[in-house]
């Protein structure tokens, strides 16, 4: 890749332009600008304005990724930056990208980028708020994957909220939803019950380091838990599980994620599914998984049941669902189990993998929510019971739908296949005992289940009689096309190429 | 005598002065020129926290016969007590439009009330406190009565009462006190307690003198005045009355915890015990309240109760802890109020389904009133979230007993965020045909926004404003 570093030379003085803080803040700043009164009211301006801040800014995290180089010193330079915040806490305000940071960061530009082209057909009012709020969440969720410090991580945990909130609850389609306030409501309050017992985690890591390490600093680096006690630890990894268990979500903390899911705008559910439970994961690995890493292998047994409850569990309860956004909504859970899985796998591949899922499974449900979306917006109704028949009205969405949906079983050639494997062969090989070859044995069902479920999606939803009330729908749109033939290219092209992907977490 | 008076006792002295030019021009001048006696207020504060410089505070400085103390301490609640007085004035012009002949007698008992709230700041005497509590308390009865319509009279009798029975519990604490040492003076007591065993009596006076106290921050036994009060006080009156008496409140308490009652080891958890329950009974009331004023009183008591715990376990961290979440905490309210001041006087009414759509029409004073209330509710980027986590620090910091109160803590502000959010969400909502443009003037937009930069400013670089109140809980 030398001859981008012959581009860069020129560049060096331009520091503040390829750097992090210009990739987390400038959505943030596009916010504030739509945000404030003096730019225009114009809703076509304002959606086509934001489009080209999120397009800017996928083509620079590609610009990132193809710089990401750990070994060049020039390069490496670029993966970290930090000032001093609030020195009487040891508080860095500093970020850091390495591997999975950059495909997560990917991910979110991807992800964003997809869903501001899908709002053009399911946001119909309120743009300049919409708008001014999805880039907020956007660098609130970049913050979250590129932090390199406790108090850093947490203040974008929490800045994450309020847009969410609104994005969730607010009016933007052109018909109501009553439910809409309330489950954002349940959404921001189980969050921030589980953020408020990750700050108890945090704080009680934060003192302990410095009372037995004399070293006052939050900084994911420099914090070591060996001397801490073993109690104390147990309770800290304890809150982070609890913390992000929450939003990964783990069972008895799911139940605000189905209502969340299936009230939100078309868009907001992609994102929601698609970027923002895997904060929770991310979290888990940061925190559970690389910090209090003595405790992790103790407590992954028990974590990895857990994930075995929640992969087989809400299968099931998915395969019961009715209506075809509460399908994906359980799913997605039952995916974030095996994402869950691989990490208490506790081992290389585990992690791989369970990054690797990360990504196919966030494109994968991100197509998802799109193509409940589209049904919606067409047939005017979710339930499965009522669908049916559109498949030959609509082939090009019905033949791109059919390969996203294969891909979200577990097809090979596509990259959840490869993931979901690589997961299970994971939890066989882990050497924490028999608990997680048990769970990597029970899991597999999962295949049998997914399938069952996506296909009568596949098939109630699509095929069958035609029906009189859809006989007038149209195909898809160019921009919907052009949302789920990116997503189904991406995820052939890390399914026939996976060593992309790994190459960068290894 | 005169040494001292130029050596502390200027600022106040200034004050004083201002407070009579106030009374003889009310007396003499005719009610049209009602307009200048908010200038006058406002010379007199400008004047007065100039005059701060002059006050000698190294390393303390004690005057008119050891009655008054001065430190950095001392001098900062001061200067925010003061800045306070300078925003409350600037937001106090609708009120005094409503009766145009009592404008300097409003504004002499306003300034009058900010005079007791500095003394009580730098009192070293209890007899000296015990004045400066009247005259602060005094004028608050009649600011709070003086909006129309009979709700103001009721909370202003109400207020009387709980400050009375507050007050005389404060004295009967005092008095037991004064049984031991025979003395009044902190410096005194705390140097003829230190010899000898803590007493059971010395710790009943200290329960006693702190319940005495903490009355005025609406605090667990004599909290239930908190929502009639701010349910029937102008908005104005309001942001007075939440923060001047509780700066003056807190500065006096905790000077209280670290010097002459810090001898006994049975205060700290009660008071723990005390600002948990009034945590539960204030996030619990505000759950179902619909009204914005009393979901604020709530918010007071429940923020009060929060600086209480951390003031109760005495160190030079929490200490600077507690300047901290003041300094941010003050600023947020008087945020608030001057947003609903605005309101108030567009007829808008204080339930949270009035307010539906304003943000559509009118979205800089919207967006300002909602940044305030998310920093209230701990939120990043304002100074609320690093209150927050700064004073939950603190608590880890005092040891793992407290872990089980700081978790009741953490699960009550996802309540408080539940009623925070509410004052908030309808702003967004759509747009009625009624929602207004709200018409505000310079003096409350400028308070509005300024205190809503200073929020943001130090959420986003606290660093300064830590040091100093490091600095100044170090001089203690």
Redesign the interface.
């Known amino acids: 890749m030398s001859h981008y570093y012959l581009i860069l030379e020129g560049f060096d003085k331009m520091d503040i332009l390829i750097s992090i803080p210009f990739l987390i803040f400038l959505p943030m700043l596009a916010s504030f600008l739509i945000?404030s009164?003096l730019f225009t009211r114009n809703e076509i301006a304002i959606r086509r304005f934001s489009k080209g801040i999120f397009g800017f800014h996928l083509l620079y995290t590609i610009l990132m990724l193809l710089l990401f180089d750990l070994s060049n010193p020039y390069t490496a330079k670029l993966s970290f930056w930090g000032i001093?915040?609030?020195?009487?806490?040891g508080v860095q305000f500093s970020f850091k990208i390495d591997g999975i940071s950059m495909i997560l960061v990917l991910l979110t530009s991807f992800i964003f980028f997809l869903s501001s082209i899908a709002s053009k057909t399911h946001i119909r009012k309120n743009c300049k708020?919409y708008y001014s709020m999805l880039l907020l969440l956007m660098s609130a969720v970049l913050g979250i994957f590129t932090a390199n410090d406790m108090?850093v991580f947490?203040?974008?945990w929490?800045?994450e909220?309020?847009p969410a909130?609104?994005l969730i609850?607010?009016?933007f389609s052109l018909d109501i939803n009553p439910n809409a306030?309330k489950s954002a409501?349940k959404f921001?309050?189980f969050t921030?019950?589980g953020s408020?017992?990750m700050?108890?985690g945090i704080?009680?890591l934060?003192?302990y380091n410095y009372i037995t390490s004399q070293a006052l600093t939050a900084t994911f680096g420099d914090i070591f838990t060996e001397r801490i006690p073993f109690g104390i630890q147990i309770a800290i990894a304890v809150c982070f599980i609890i913390g992000f268990g929450v939003k990964l979500p783990v069972i008895p903390l799911h139940t605000w994620l189905p209502d969340a899911h299936t009230d939100a705008p078309t868009p907001i559910s992609m994102i929601l599914a698609g970027i923002m439970l895997k904060t929770g994961a991310y979290g888990m690995f940061r925190f559970n998984y690389q910090i209090m890493n003595d405790v992790f292998r103790y407590i992954a047994p028990a974590l990895a049941v857990l994930a075995l409850i929640n992969i087989i569990y809400t299968a099931f309860i998915a395969y019961s669902q009715t209506d075809i956004k509460r399908i994906v909504a359980y799913s997605s859970i039952s995916n974030m189990g095996l994402i869950l899985l691989g990490l208490c796998a506790f081992n290389q591949i585990g992690l791989s993998a369970s990054v690797f899922h990360m990504l196919a499974h966030g494109l994968v449900t991100a197509g998802l929510f799109m193509i409940c979306g589209i049904v919606y917006l067409r047939c005017k109704t979710r339930d499965i019971n009522s669908l049916g028949g559109i498949a030959s009205n609509m082939p090009r969405f019905f033949g791109l739908s059919t390969l996203i949906i294969l891909a979200s079983i577990g097809v090979p050639i596509f990259a959840p296949f490869i993931s979901e494997i690589l997961t299970i062969i994971s939890a066989m090989f882990s050497d924490l005992g028999i608990v997680l070859k048990g769970t990597a044995i029970l899991s597999l069902p999962l295949l049998i289940i997914s399938s069952c479920y996506m296909l009568k999606f596949l098939h109630c939803g699509f095929m069958g009689d035609k029906q009189d009330a859809f006989a007038k729908i149209n195909d898809i749109t160019t921009h919907e096309f052009i949302v789920l033939t990116s997503i189904m290219v991406l995820l052939l092209i890390f399914g026939i190429f996976p060593q992309v992907v790994l190459g960068l977490i290894g | 005598m005169i040494n001292d008076f130029f050596n502390i006792f200027l600022p106040q002295g200034c004050l004083a002065v201002f407070i009579l030019i106030q009374l003889v021009l009310g007396m003499f001048l005719s009610p049209r020129f009602y307009k200048y006696s908010r200038f006058i207020s406002l010379a007199g504060l400008s004047f007065s926290i100039i005059l701060l410089s002059t006050v000698q505070i190294e390393p303390q400085y004690f005057g008119f016969k050891n009655s008054i103390m001065s430190d950095s301490y001392t001098l900062l609640f001061q200067f925010i007590i003061m800045l306070c007085g300078f925003f409350v004035v600037l937001l106090s012009k609708k009120i005094i439009n409503t009766f145009r002949q009592n404008a300097y007698t409003y504004n002499a008992l306003l300034l009058t009330a900010i005079f007791g709230g500095l003394n009580i700041v730098s009192a070293n005497d209890f007899l000296t406190l015990f004045i400066s509590i009247e005259l602060m308390s005094f004028p608050t009865y009649f600011l709070i009565s003086s909006a129309k319509g009979y709700h103001s009279k009721e909370a202003a009798f109400k207020y009387l009462i709980t400050s009375a029975v507050s007050t005389s519990v404060f004295l009967l604490g005092v008095s037991y006190l004064y049984g031991i040492t025979s003395s009044f003076n902190f410096t005194e007591i705390y140097e003829i307690l230190s010899e000898g065993e803590p007493t059971l009596i010395y710790t009943m006076s200290g329960v006693l003198i702190i319940l005495g106290l903490i009355s005025k921050l609406s605090v667990f036994p004599f909290a239930n005045w908190v929502i009639d009060v701010y349910k029937g006080t102008e908005t104005s009156v309001l942001a007075f009355l939440s923060t001047i008496p509780k700066l003056a409140m807190f500065g006096i308490v905790c000077r209280l915890l670290v010097f002459p009652l810090s001898l006994s080891l049975e205060l700290p958890f009660i008071i723990t015990i005390i600002s948990i329950i009034t945590a539960i009974w204030a996030n619990t009331y505000a759950i179902r309240e619909k009204n914005v004023k009393v979901i604020l009183a709530c918010s007071a008591s429940a923020n009060a109760s929060y600086v209480l715990l951390v003031a109760s376990l005495v160190s030079v961290y929490n200490l600077s802890t507690v300047i901290f979440y003041l300094i941010c905490y003050v600023i947020m309210n008087i945020s608030v109020f001057s947003f609903l001041n605005i309101t108030e006087y567009d007829n808008i009414g204080f339930f949270v389904s009035n307010f539906k759509g304003l943000f559509h029409k009118n979205h800089a004073l919207t967006l300002a009133y909602a940044i305030s209330v998310i920093g209230l509710a701990g939120f990043p980027i304002t100074s609320g979230f690093v209150a927050k986590i700064y004073l939950f620090s603190a608590i880890v910091n005092s040891g793992l007993v407290f872990i089980p109160f700081l978790l009741a803590l953490l699960i009550l502000m996802v309540i408080a965020l539940f009623y925070y959010l509410k004052l908030i969400i309808p702003l967004f909502d759509k747009a009625g045909k009624d929602t207004v443009v709200l018409k505000s003037l310079y003096s409350q937009k400028l308070v509005l926004f300024v205190t809503t930069a200073i929020t943001l400013l130090i959420g986003i670089y606290p660093e300064k404003i830590i040091e100093l109140c490091r600095f100044v809980a170090y001089n203690v």
Do not use: A, C, R
């Open positions: 945000m009164p001093d915040w609030i020195q009487s806490l708020f108090f947490f203040m974008f929490e800045l909220l309020i909130y609104f609850g607010g009016d306030k409501m921001v309050l921030f019950l408020m017992i700050l108890l704080l009680l934060h003192y």
